[in-house]
T-cell receptor, first 117, second 112 residues
Framework: DTEVTQTPKHLVMGMTNKKSLKCEQH?????MYWYKQKAKKPPELMFV???????INESVPSRFSPECPNSSLLNLHLHALQPEDSALYLC????????????????FGSGTRLTVV | TQLLEQSPQFLSIQEGENLTVYCNSS?????LQWYRQEPGEGPVLLVT?????EVKKLKRLTFQFGDARKDSSLHITAAQPGDTGLYLC????????????FGQGTILTVHP
C-alpha cells in the first residue's frame, strides 16, 4: 500500500458545526502532516506529527485541532470555522521526519475539499 | 524565513515544445523536491535531489540541483498535454528546520 487515504473527499459545513477530517497511511511512515491549500497556491503547513507526537504547530487557530491516535491515523477536528477557512486540506506522510533526514519525499493524499457556509 | 523563488508563475505552450522551470533561493537546502499536482488532487512527488550538482532524469523530465544547493531546475522535453498541471518545488533543511519550504508554483498548460 503506497497511498495516503483521506476522507471525506468533499465537506460542506456551517460555521457552528463540528466535523473531522481523517487521514490514513499504511506505509510505516513515522511523520504525518496537515496542509491547507488555496486554489493555484502552494500548500501551507499547519501541523507536523513526528512519531505520533505533535512537533510543529504553525500558529494555527484553535478552531483546528489535530489528533494522532496511532502511527497510521491522523485526524483534524474542526469547530466554529469561518468562510475563509474554505480550502483543500491535504494530509501527507514521509518515511521519517525531516529533522532526521532530508532526502525523503512526501506522499500526499488527494485532499478534502472543505467549504464553510 | 527561507524563500524559494519559483519561475515562471504561468507557462502556456504548444505540444512538442521544451520548457524549463526554475527554483532559486539565497539559502542552502539539504534537499530539493519537485511535485506535480492536478486539479482536485494532492501533489505527487516526482523526484528528490540531495547532492549538489546532481542531475536526475525521469523520462522526458530532467531535474538539476545547483552545485551550492541553493537552486534547482526542471526541464521538460517535447511537452505533452498530459504534462499540464501545477509544478511545485520544495526545499528541506536549512533554517526552516523540520519542514518543507514550497515555491509559489508554476501552472503549466500544454495545448494539443
Amino acid at each position: 500500500d503506497t497511498e495516503v487515504t483521506q476522507t471525506p473527499k468533499h465537506l460542506v459545513m456551517g460555521m457552528t458545526n463540528k466535523k473531522s477530517l481523517k487521514c490514513e497511511q499504511h506505509m510505516g511512515h513515522r511523520a504525518m502532516y496537515w496542509y491547507k491549500q488555496k486554489a493555484k497556491k502552494p500548500p501551507e503547513l499547519m501541523f507536523v506529527y513526528s512519531y505520533e507526537k505533535l512537533s510543529i504547530n504553525e500558529s494555527v487557530p484553535s478552531r483546528f485541532s489535530p489528533e494522532c491516535p496511532n502511527s497510521s491515523l491522523l485526524n483534524l477536528h474542526l469547530h466554529a470555522l469561518q468562510p475563509e477557512d474554505s480550502a483543500l486540506y491535504l494530509c501527507a506522510s514521509s518515511q521519517i521526519p525531516l529533522l532526521r533526514g532530508p532526502g525523503y519525499g512526501y506522499t500526499f493524499g488527494s485532499g478534502t475539499r472543505l467549504t464553510v457556509v | 524565513t527561507q524563500l524559494l523563488e519559483q519561475s515562471p508563475q504561468f507557462l502556456s505552450i504548444q505540444e512538442g515544445e521544451n520548457l524549463t522551470v526554475y527554483c532559486n533561493s539565497s539559502s542552502v537546502f539539504s534537499s530539493l523536491q519537485w511535485y506535480r499536482q492536478e486539479p482536485g488532487e494532492g501533489p505527487v512527488l516526482l523526484v528528490t535531489v540531495v547532492t549538489g550538482g546532481e542531475v536526475k532524469k525521469l523520462k522526458r523530465l530532467t531535474f538539476q540541483f545547483g552545485d551550492a544547493r541553493k537552486d534547482s531546475s526542471l526541464h521538460i522535453t517535447a511537452a505533452q498535454p498530459g504534462d499540464t498541471g501545477l509544478y511545485l518545488c520544495a526545499g528541506a533543511g536549512g533554517t526552516s528546520y523540520g519542514k518543507l519550504t514550497f515555491g509559489q508554483g508554476t501552472i503549466l498548460t500544454v495545448h494539443p
